[in-house]
T-cell receptor, first 112, second 113 residues
Framework: NAGVMQNPRHLVRRRGQEARLRCSPM?????VYWYRQLPEEGLKFMVY????????ESGMPKERFSAEFPKEGPSILRIQQVVRGDSAAYFC??????????FGPGTRLTVL | EDQVTQSPEALRLQEGESSSLNCSYT??????LFWYRQDPGKGPEFLFT???AGEEKEKERLKATLTKKESFLHITAPKPEDSATYLC??????????????FGRGTQLTVWP
């Protein structure tokens, strides 16, 4: 059973470009979460999604950030007009209902 | 405000020297407390879930315990391969934030031969 998959593993963008991060949950998991880890800081919750629904986006900045988990395909975290402060590791996690979250390997975003 | 504090920030142990990591938390209704291990450049790896005070879980050299205010991760006779950052997280039992995990900053464990 493959684990949570994220791609790309590393992403370099220039200021003002768009970043798209993809996450495929573990088989059988219907819940997806996105977290951000800044250098020297802990993991911070961003958004919680189920298929075609955003359950909790209170941890996500109101501007430039959006997330989706369509009926078919991976979950996408999209960052528009990236700034240097967006440089971080972005982790996706998935879980069945009411169970532990399993994390992917992360996408390391560098904004030049 | 929900908070998780881990101590110490860093811990160096000689191989075979047992010790404990601490995770203290404040949350309005604990749904679950989770321990993860994170190696450099990788995602957190799930270790344990604890749901109620008095509960204990074990896996190889690791044992996690839970009280009403804190959790301990006991490491017995550690080996160099146990070197990693250990993360503690809590999940609150509230409808609007039911899914999210609140993480501590972690304890960086180094075990030297």
């Amino acid at each position: 059973n493959a684990g949570v998959m994220q791609n790309p593993r590393h992403l370099v963008r220039r200021r003002g470009q768009e970043a798209r991060l993809r996450c495929s949950p573990m088989k059988g998991h219907s819940h997806v979460y996105w977290y951000r880890q800044l250098p020297e800081e802990g993991l911070k919750f961003m958004v919680y999604l189920q298929k075609e629904n955003i359950i909790d986006e209170s941890g996500m900045p109101k501007e430039r950030f959006s997330a989706e988990f369509p009926k078919e395909g991976p979950s996408i975290l999209r960052i528009q007009q990236v700034v240097r402060g967006d440089s971080a590791a972005y982790f996706c996690a998935s879980s069945p209902p009411n169970k532990a979250q399993y994390f992917g390997p992360g996408t390391r975003l560098t904004v030049l | 405000e929900d908070q998780v504090t881990q101590s110490p920030e860093a811990l160096r142990l000689q191989e075979g020297e047992s010790s404990s990591l601490n995770c203290s938390y404040t949350v309005s209704g604990l749904r679950g407390l989770f321990w993860y291990r994170q190696d450099p450049g990788k995602g957190p790896e799930f270790l344990f879930t604890l749901y109620s005070a008095g509960e204990e879980k074990e896996k190889e050299r690791l044992k996690a315990t839970l009280t009403k205010k804190e959790s301990f991760l006991h490491i017995t006779a550690p080996k160099p391969e146990d070197s990693a950052t250990y993360l503690c997280a809590v999940q609150a039992d509230r409808g609007s934030t039911l899914g999210r995990l609140y993480f501590g900053r972690g304890t960086q464990l180094t075990v030297w031969p």
